[in-house]
């Protein structure tokens, strides 16, 4: 039976309409646009009413539950049908009803049940076409959370955007009021090929541990798909390998599940497939698709590495079947034994390296029993059970990335229905382990109570620490199916929870027990009253309030009190501080107070919470709990070992005195302790035992609230001075993103050993927030915590804190005594180093360096003569024998001088690091000086207390790795073998970490590390200890590491020949030269800067990254604080201004005139095109505000300036003599772009022309639309040697508000992907109806004509276009027309043997070469710079893409020639000096010629035909623009658009798309053929149409 639904579009039915698209996929329907509102059932039978018409289409398709699942939900659904048409359509106050609705709303994420039904659709609609709904429903935060989570969904998001525009109009709410209600709501992507009601999706966790809160965003996540499309959720165990099933394991996760509140349709097990799984193995072994492989483990793994086939891979049938029998039979040479698939050994990907699926395993299974001796992979048996079961998709993260193509090719090898994998990003979460081996350790070292604990990942756990199933919910709604993989702070998930917590926890009270004090009110009675536990929600019920003449408050607080000032104590009102009671240590014992109930001021009061001391009611002991996160740092990395981050004082306790009416709380109560924060109730309050006559105290666990401040629990007039007096700080959330600040008071570290643990992680804790930019105040605040941390350590074992330095085993060793006064030969080795550093630095005369270095090799050479070993930087001083140990000082003798110097020590070091950071830094002159200043008192400082001057490199006196050297010294007498391993040991090291700064390939890493292994266990066995590095004094691996960093992102730094290959073209001495420059620290010299000059990535690779790097160190853009808006420098903005000067020329030549209109819009203005805003809408930047005060209206700024314009053009244009206008302005527009900024091409702010003219007549405007597409071809063809296709827009791709659109469109072959390049608009008469541009028509007096308009613009997303096209791998390519400098002249073969009259000649060669070019008409300049060599400069004018490099050496100069080498070939040609001029112009020509034929190949070779759709999607996969047979409809479009789109990112960084229209080629590549149909294959075909991916 087909229904017919027909609708008034003036009044659209939303809620009908939402019903309509719910049940579009189980009935035949068709909707119509008409007079009325009706559904046509038949002639006889019709409905008017909107519930009754939503109702009976909920009847007709049962199985989707949208009239409720039983009695009781039906009547539900029935109520609120009621209420949204009685208490909201056409109600003028929302405010009663939106109180209701979210109070319903309090603790669910639908209205009825636990899926969507006619009530969640029938009350969106009613608010959604309400007027006041968006102003009046701001304060109800559930309503909120509801509407945008319904609306984010695919059937509201669909009727909202065609229907919502013609209902009743809705109050404008400003954009940051929208961006609130939809930041919680994360992006749902629609799930390809998905229909209503035949979606199936699973969640097959294996049943080996409890669920963690990634499992859990798995689970909801697969929920939410099967809720928003009515399907069925599969909840299957994994249970392929028997040694890791446990029965108890599976039972434990259906309670994870029901927790969750995760109802699935069906509970399957992969055992269930066993037989079929195992007769399709078979298969595949019959078909010589799989073989049984016997090889051994390791070397099995070896040979995958090595992509060498198997012995075994070529085996007979029947050799694999013999073997198969003996692996079911469990023989033991079957148990050696597993089956492989036979894909490719030569894939790069190594899932594709013949995978094992099947293996041999004799241990029984939990529920199969000893029936096989052999199990499947779970990734063989995961695609046969989700193609058997009917999934339609198989959710999984994008970590399974690289087994997806393994998971089809099982699929198309045993010709099974294929499932659609949907990727989602993995929650990764800060300070925490999701490994399931991991967890398990900490259970069974006991780190921790259980898996339930509140400080595991767990699903119990967080449940347990007071996190809700809504939250959690609300919290994965918000991540949506983002596959962008980050990591994560807890705050995020906790903020959530506080959203659900927050309105409905009871409020208590409870004070510190280590610190109250008394107030005596002599006129207050004992009394009890009632009062609201919720001062915002009366609902959560009364609690009794004790008031007396004696009360307890915070001590903390009465520290910030004075005499005679007004106090509120909550719940009872003001108080008047008469009188306070110290004690002889300044502690205040009592105080007395007077009531001042009558004042009701309580502005400017300090509030303080308090509990009435009385028999009445007595207190409640309580214990607040506060647990930190167990790993110390934000991220483990794969070399990371996590034990060593264990924070083993993640657990504080505080003795709290509680509310009485705390007595009442159950388990798992969640309150909020005022001032304090949100609890939840770990263990009731017991009474006294019986048994063990005491009390259990009421036991409450923190939740943390997604704040990163502490709560004020001192008062909170003075937050300083309480803090500063009070002994217990707030149980607060944690301080910063990467680790927590001591809440509660911090049980004193027992031992040094413990202390020296928390000073490592406060280190890191410190380190972490700086390399976040973390707030000042919380930087501030961690560093003072580790100075106290420190302080506590020098307390206890009388020496200073060093990086690196050993844990502390016992007590202190007694300082060593300060070494002879005489330098060793090291200590003057460093020196000597540091002087010629000094010099090099300082640019001194050549003569003084050359002595200072000459004078350091010699102590070199003295060194190895005394110690037998050469001269290592930073390694530890060796000797020849032992020196005698020397006495031990007296010990009356200054007890404190060594930790004193050793300390100050430590602080020139550091304030020498910070010189350095801002010379190299470049920071101004007076910073500098001031950092000089302060470093020479401190040096100064250290004379004075230790007699010697500071010597960079000497151990720190009294420090532990003096300790250790003095050691290796003592080995080195005993094992002359010893300094030598040390040093191997040392170089080794320096190999590894240099291998993987460079990311060497894997297999030299592991190698390298292997043998630092196996050096580091021969000097233990030599010297009986472990090999432990001696750092150089005041300097941490941590800012090492930060340094190295920051130079390594460096984008050019000054230096010799760093990064770049040598150049082709060196000539005489210059390699010498080059090498010098390239190394790392040179023997006594400083580490070297190092340019990495050449690009790290490959375009073919990683177009991304090669991009970010081309136009980062070619120097054409520099990033900019705010996202989205980068700098133009000036040799990108040269290209811009050759582009400006060529067209401006041209435009000028058709009667184009420039202007300049204002950047602001008003908001009628903007407005006044529907279509032409709506098109815009969400890039538009809006003003609101002038200094703090808000503006009457919004201002917006132009996205482009129609709008802008063209009420100008009304006031100027009154007769036809007055035409035509032709204005052009070059400008900025600001588009604030939510995508993917790329710098050029997608930016929120850009440069560009834009033109708008005004004709009296359509055929002059239709004529100059094409002259301007001809010179917008010109400016790629001519000037930036890009082919481009002209063509017309497709209706979907036209401008908003223009009759048609031409365009002309290049194409990027290194992705695959069109741009386009620039537009050119026929307006037709829409602007001039609605701006009024009329005239009086010459040939009917009277009569007003509307002018014809046009508006074309070309951007600076240009110059992205060419740096894709013709950049390579050594970076920038320039077409000679754009470039900033065509030539640059580099002298060659300077060296210091050249005598000083060869070189001035040289020199004044290439000045008269740069004056003839000059003259010539060339730009051209000489880089004379004699800091680098000619090598360097060669990689740098390479990078920048300067098309001719002029080469002039002094062979050159005697055979009176020079050498040019072209940039696009790489081609060196001798150029005669009398030629010069000449020659170079005609290379510049050719070179200009040369890229164009080049790109022209591209583009022919990349463009084709194509008359199926599916020849259309596989040249579209090979990374070509197809034009297609097109019928024009805009819904084919989408329809192609959504097929075509791939499941994986194209590029790093870039979005997955499908094809859409680039435009109707002007010239296509054939012609249509008579009735030749779309290749949709529905309506017959228009054109040929250029499809292709698009940026």
Known sequence: ??????????????????????????????????????????????????????????????????????????????????????????????????????????????????????????????????????????????????????????????????????????????????????????????????????????????????????????ALLNQHYQVTFKGKLIMRFDDTNPEKEKEDFEKVILEDVAMLQIHPDQFTYTSDHFPIIMKLAEQLLSEGKAYIDDTPPEQMKQEREQRTESKCRNNTVEQNMKMWSDMKAGTEFGQTCCMRAKIDMNSNNGCMRDPTLYRCKNAPHPRTGSTYKVYPTYDFACPIVDSLESVTHALRTTEYHDRDEQFYWIIDALRLRKPYIWEYARLNLNNTVLSKRKLTWFVDQGYVEGWDDPRFPTVRGVLRRGMTVEGLKQFIAAQGGSRSVVNMEWDKIWAFNKKVIDPVAPRYTALSNSYVVPVSIPEATEEMKEVVKHPKNADVGMKEVWYGPRVLVEGADAETFSEGEVVTFINWGNLIITKINKGADGKILSMDARLNLDNKDFKKTTKITWLADTNTAPLLPTVCINYQPLISKAVITKDDDFKDYINKHSKFEEKMLGDPCLKSLKKGDIVQLQRRGFYICDQPYEPISPNSCKESPCVLIYIPDGHTKEMPTAGSKDKSKSQAASSTPAPAAKAAPTSAPTPAPTPAPTSASDVFSGIVAQGEAVRQLKAAKAPKDEVDKAVQQLLSLKAQFKQQTGMDYKPGMAPPTSAPAPPASSADSAPCPYTRVTQQGELVRKLKAEKAPKDQVEAAVKQLLALKAEYKQVTGQEYKPGAAPVQKAPAPAPAPAPAASSPSSAPAASGLYEKVAEQGEVVRKLKTGKAPKDQVDAAVKQLLAL??????????????????????????????????????????????????????????????????????????????????????????????????????????????????????????????????????????????????????????????????????????????????????????????????????????????????????????????????????????????????????????????????????????????????????????????????????????????????????????????????????VLQILDLYARVYEELMAIPVVKGRKTEKEKFAGGDYTTTVEAFISASGRAIQGATSHHLGQNFSKMFEIVFEDPKKP??????????????????????????????????????????????????????????????????????????????????????????????????????????????????????????????????????????????????????????????????????????????????????????????????????????????????????????????????????????????????????????
């Open 939 to 1264: 040096k100064a400082e250290y004379k004075q207390q230790t007699g010697k001057d500071y010597k960079p490199g000497l151990q720190t006196p009294a420090s532990p790795a003096q300790t250790q050297s003095s050691s290796v010294s003592a080995q080195s007498g005993s094992s002359p073998q010893s300094p030598e391993l040390f040093s191997q040991v040392a170089q080794q090291g320096e190999l590894v970490r240099k291998l993987k700064s460079e990311k060497a390939p894997k297999d030299q890493v592991d190698e390298a590390v292997k043998t630092l292994l196996e050096l580091k266990n021969k000097y233990k066995a030599l010297t009986g200890e472990d090999y432990k590095p001696v750092a150089a004094a005041g300097a941490t691996g941590g800012e090492d590491k930060t340094r190295k960093e920051r130079e390594n992102k460096s984008e050019k730094q000054g230096g010799g020949g760093g990064g770049g290959k040598k150049g082709k073209g060196d000539k005489g001495g210059q390699g010498k030269e080059s090498s010098g420059g390239a190394g790392g620290s040179g023997e006594g010299q400083g580490p070297k800067k190092q340019t990495r000059l050449g690009l790290e990535a490959k375009k073919e690779e990683n177009l991304a990254d090669w991009y970010s790097q081309v136009i980062t160190k070619a120097e054409m853009i520099e990033y900019y604080d705010v996202s989205g808006c980068y700098v133009l420098r000036p040799w990108s903005y040269a290209i811009w201004e050759a582009i400006k000067e060529f067209f401006d020329r041209e435009i000028k030549k058709l009667g184009v005139e420039n202007c300049y209109f204002p950047m602001f819009v008003s908001q009628a203005a903007l407005e006044k095109e529907k279509s032409h805003i709506e098109d815009f809408a969400p890039e538009v930047a809006w003003v609101t505000r002038s200094g703090k005060t808000e503006l009457a209206e919004p201002i917006a700024v132009r996205p482009t300036s129609e709008t802008v314009m063209y009420p100008a053009y009304a006031k100027w244009v009154q007769s036809h003599r007055d035409l035509p206008i032709k204005l052009n302005q070059w400008c900025n527009v600001v588009r604030w772009e939510f995508k993917h900024p790329q710098p050029f091409l997608r930016t929120r702010e850009f440069l560009w022309q834009e033109g708008h003219t005004a004709f009296a007549t359509k055929e002059e405007a239709a004529e100059e």
């Open 1 to 218: 039976m087909a229904l017919n639904l027909t609708i008034n579009t003036s009044n659209p039915p939303l809620a009908a309409l939402l019903a309509a698209e719910h049940v579009k996929g189980s009935v035949q329907l068709s909707v119509e646009e008409g007079k009325d509102t009706r559904l046509h059932i038949s002639d006889a039978v019709q409905f008017n009413d909107v519930n009754s018409i939503s109702r009976y289409l909920a009847r007709v398709a049962p199985a989707l539950g949208l009239y409720g699942a039983n009695m009781m939900e039906q009547t539900e659904v029935d109520h609120w049908l009621e209420f949204s048409a009685r208490r909201l359509c056409g109600q003028p106050g929302l405010t009663v009803a939106l109180g209701e609705l979210d109070k319903a709303l309090s603790l669910r994420t639908f209205l009825v049940g636990h899926a969507l039904t006619l009530a969640d659709l029938s009350v969106w609609a009613a608010l959604k076409g309400h007027g006041e709904w968006p102003s009046q429903g701001k304060p109800f935060s559930h309503v909120n959370r509801w509407f945008s989570f319904l609306s984010s969904q695919v059937p509201f998001t669909a009727v909202g955007n065609k229907y919502v525009s013609k209902t009743a109009p809705v109050k404008r709410s400003k954009p940051e009021d929208e961006k609130k209600k939809q930041q919680d709501v994360g992006k749902f992507v629609d799930l390809p090929g998905a229909e209503m009601g035949k979606v199936v999706v699973r969640f097959p966790p294996e049943a080996s541990g409890y669920l963690h809160i990634g499992h859990a965003k798995a």
């Open 1342 to 1591: 009277g009569e007003k004509q509307l002018a014809y308009q046009n508006s074309w613009g070309i951007t600076t997303r240009t110059i992205g276009v060419l740096t894709m096209v013709h950049g390579d791998n050594m970076g920038l390519v320039l077409p000679p027309k754009v470039a900033c400098l065509q030539i640059v002249i580099i002298p060659c073969g300077i060296t210091a043997s050249l005598p000083e009259q060869e070189k001035e000649a040289l020199m004044a060669q290439c000045t008269k070469y740069l004056k003839r070019l000059l003259e010539a008409g060339i730009r051209v300049k000489t880089d004379l710079r004699d800091n680098y060599s000619p090598g360097w400069k060669f990689n740098h004018w390479e990078l920048k893409g300067v098309p001719i490099r002029l080469e002039v050496g002094p062979k050159d100069l005697q055979q009176r020639q020079c050498v040019a080498v072209r940039r696009d070939s790489g081609e060196k040609v001798t150029v005669p000096e009398a030629e010069a001029e000449k020659r170079l112009v005609a290379m510049l020509d050719d070179i200009q010629n040369s890229l164009f034929n080049k790109a022209s190949n591209d583009l022919k070779n990349h463009m084709v035909a194509a008359d199926t759709m599916e020849q259309f999607q596989k040249d579209l996969d090979q990374g070509k623009i197809v034009q297609i047979p097109f019928c024009g409809g805009i819904e084919c479009e989408d329809w192609i658009k959504k097929t075509t789109a791939k499941d994986q990112d194209l590029e790093p960084g870039a979005p997955s798309m499908g094809a859409k229209s680039l435009c109707i080629p002007f010239s296509p590549l054939k012609p249509l053929q008579p009735g030749q149909m779309c290749v949709s294959g529905k309506e017959p075909a228009q054109y040929y149409t250029l499809f292709g991916r698009s940026y």
